[in-house]
């Protein structure tokens, strides 16, 4: 390793204090635009890391903050990293992505490497792990924010409040005369069973019509799963005459079996998603969602992280609201 | 931490060899689906992660991969992550990805990371890293596979073979008698200059045409800076006929604003991507793009770092064919 440069150098080198160099690096109070451009153009001469400041926070730990995801390629996960990263920064922590492909041995498997490497933190959407198995993290005394629609054990949590979300899509829905309200979920097997499902059912209840068993089919949250579901729908002898979706990944793939098949969306069948992933706009038809916020998903777990790392020991729980957003796919 | 379960004490636990506990980690040889059952079944209630087998292949290493992107909010490099997973898991190791932002301090903090952490391998895309800074990894023996258009220094490489498939590109736009062809490339400071340009150039004038200054126009390899690229073309007092974007994040912003401004894509301009990002088929008009195939990268990349791992020292290029789709926007 080459020699660390310290925040005293880099403050040299810009001729400003250390203090303004910290204002730089974490953005905490406005900083002059020339004093700024000086601060940064020493940071990168001299290859100044924030990585001594960040580590006397936990001496011995690491900087690397893990967001541990189902999959990857959902690029509400993405977005929920980029913001978690940008609230991190200014303690020169670093954010990494680790894709479990919803495989519980892979989730453990990467629980045990977060201790082994005594990671700073662990933001994790579990999928098929068990409360028990986050034990470890605590034991470690590794910072840790579930971001889940349930609770999972005495641990910080990051869920959404979707019941007026989706309150607001059963209206639309049912004010179009669908009766026939079907739900693409997710798998039986996952952790704390579906509780989208549940909310929609229940709340279906107070629209006069509810999910029959036949109307329910489950897969993984990707978008084959929902192709795959979408067409088992469309063989029912009664069809469906809207479609809800675990998340957009299956949404889209209900929709390109919908193409495929010559289903007319909306016409039809009114589909609708739920999270607004990026490519949530950008299909045809445009996808009526339930957005989640990533962004803010994010940044609360990343403000949980921060008051972890400063010492708080209650647990908390961070409810993000939901927003139903009329396209037009329902 | 608990204490390690061994391959034998899951092997003895299925009534099976340890050889064939082997086989079903690594997916080498084909197992016979009851033993695989009865394998999977000792591994999940034992509780095995096989980071025990992977640390051993370079002792007091972690079985972490990074893989350092420059934006995580870009599918490509999702699938390629996913690609890379899938090769490596055999392997016990286990892919990290991390987003740089397109930030040289960014990219810097995090190679020191991997240096700190003992990173089992890394693969990077580097966008404004300069070849000396990735020196540190190799003197910290780190295997790194590096994934770009151009080299980068004395180390393994995996890069596009475009030629052919941007030839066929410009086929079809000037068969379609356009002339003013642009570029929406990336910023002049990227590393490397840029490629894509370059070879945009180079083959236009077998075309008998030319990109003239003007209408080349630079940004991030962002959707936001794709709109704003395309707003600049669209404001010229020659207008382009058809425009080139440095990826498909780029294309899908410049379609953004083709909508905004009500410029017919492709009536009145062609749009060509690069990558076939997820969302390319997705988008209306469907991006005709060029095809760079994350999943083979992902793969190259893997068998690069294996071979690294079991002791090859000899530099190696692997070039990874791109191919022309044409869809409907040019």
């Given amino acids: 390793m080459q020699e660390r440069v310290t925040m005293t150098d880099v403050a040299r080198a810009a001729g400003v ?7 730089v690096l974490s953005g905490k109070r406005p900083v002059a635009p020339a004093t700024r451009t000086a601060v940064e153009a020493a940071i990168t001469e001299l290859g100044f890391t924030v990585n001594t400041a960040a580590r006397s926070l936990r001496t011995g730990q690491s900087t690397l903050v893990a967001l541990i995801v189902p999959d990857i390629a959902n690029p509400f996960f993405a977005q929920l990293a ?3 990263q940008e609230e991190l920064r200014g303690l020169g922590l670093h954010v990494i992505v680790c894709n479990t492909r919803a495989d519980r041995r892979e989730e453990r498997a990467l629980l045990a490497e977060a201790v082994q490497q005594r ?4 933001v994790i959407t579990p999928f098929r792990l068990l409360p028990r198995d986050i034990e ?4 470690a005394g590794i910072p840790t924010v579930i971001s889940a629609d349930v609770p999972f054990g005495p641990v910080d949590l990051v869920t959404p409040d979707a019941r007026t979300a989706t309150r607001q899509a059963l209206e639309r829905v049912t004010a179009a005369k669908r009766r026939r309200i079907a739900m693409i979920a997710g798998p039986r097997d996952a952790t704390g ?3 989208r499902l549940e909310l929609l059912r229940n709340l279906a ?3 006069g019509t509810s999910l029959p068993g036949d109307l329910v089919v489950r897969g ?9 579901g979408f067409a088992r729908l469309m063989s029912r002898r009664y069809r ?3 479609v809800f979706c675990a998340n957009d990944m299956v949404a889209v793939g209900a929709l390109d079996k919908a193409n495929e098949l010559g289903v007319g969306i909306p016409g039809e069948v009114a589909l609708v998603g739920h999270d607004d992933a990026s490519f949530a706009s950008l299909v045809r038809p445009q996808l009526t969602t339930i957005r989640y916020p990533a962004e803010d998903v994010g940044r609360a777990a990343a403000r949980l992280l921060k008051e972890r790392l400063d010492g708080r020991s209650v647990h908390r729980t961070v409810r993000v609201k939901a927003e139903f957003l009329a396209r037009d796919s329902a």
Wanted: glycine fraction near 12%; charged fraction near 20%; hydrophobic fraction near 40%.
């Fill in 17 to 23: 204090s250390t203090a303004t160099v910290s204002y």
């Fill in 82 to 84: 980029a913001a978690l």
């Fill in 119 to 122: 990671f700073a933190g662990v």
């Fill in 136 to 139: 470890v993290l605590g034991r």
């Fill in 193 to 195: 069973g579906d509780p």
């Fill in 205 to 207: 209840r107070q629209f």
């Fill in 220 to 228: 993984e949250h990707t978008r084959e799963a929902g192709a795959e």
């Fill in 240 to 242: 469906p005459d809207a």
